[in-house]
């Protein structure tokens, strides 16, 4: 396709279940992140990959959350035991440069 | 503290009245300075890169400009279409190439 698609579109998970997004970069894309937008707030940095393996996890708020990009295209974000905290919108993004990258619609994840 | 504010929070103008948007960061070395457009249920949509003081990028009604402070997004003699949430992130050399830390936004309102 020709920008980054994220799946689904809107998750409602309860609370304490295991849920995984999904990041299908723009093709050729090396670089490709995971941000998290709350209400009213810019997005926040979750983790940076550059080919197969995460160049900068510092942003993964805690050991629940776990992201893999296993062929250097497509990552899943899983995120274990979810929390209400949790709620917001979940962005992938893929640059070919750090920093001026293309970003998904996002994933609005809910937890009940 | 690394940080990136953004002002006004909200802006209503007119069509046809140009203003400026300000930006203004504290950071361990400015590694870049990226300006996003965001319309509601949307992921950002980049608009520009900055790397150096003095530095402009234009765009249709859009001029960004930096300073070693802050940096500015002009718009002139703006239309209803550009009304939008307006995202200033920057890069800094204490976090890695991925690691973007973003302001909250001003919320443009351009009435016809």
């Known amino acids: 396709g020709a920008g980054v698609s994220q799946t689904p579109s809107n998750k409602v998970t309860e609370k304490g279940k295991y849920v995984e997004l999904r990041c299908d970069p723009i093709s050729g894309h090396t670089a490709l992140y995971w941000y998290r937008q709350s209400l009213g707030q810019g997005p926040e940095f979750l983790i940076y990959?550059?080919?197969?393996?995460?160049?900068?996890d510092s942003g993964l708020p805690n050991d629940r959350f776990f992201a893999v990009r296993p062929e250097g295209s497509v990552s899943t974000l899983k995120i274990q035991r979810t929390e209400r905290g949790d709620s917001a919108v979940y962005l992938c993004a893929s640059s070919l440069t750090p920093g001026s990258a293309f970003f998904g619609q996002g994933t609005r994840l809910t937890v009940v | 503290e690394d940080q990136v504010t953004q002002s006004p929070e909200a802006l209503r103008l007119q069509e046809g009245e140009s203003s400026s948007l300000n930006c203004s960061y504290t950071v361990s070395g400015l590694r870049g300075l990226f300006w996003y457009r965001q319309d509601p249920g949307k992921g950002p949509e980049f608009l520009f890169t900055?790397?150096?003081a003095g530095e402009e990028k234009e765009k249709e009604r859009l001029k960004a400009t930096l300073t070693k402070k802050e940096s500015f997004l002009h718009i002139t003699a703006p239309k209803p279409e550009d009304s939008a949430t307006y995202l200033c992130a920057v890069s800094y050399y204490g976090g890695s190439q991925g690691n973007l830390i973003f302001g909250k936004g001003t919320k443009l309102s351009v009435k016809p």
């Open positions: 900055l790397y150096s």
């Open positions: 990959f550059q080919g197969t393996g995460a160049a900068d």
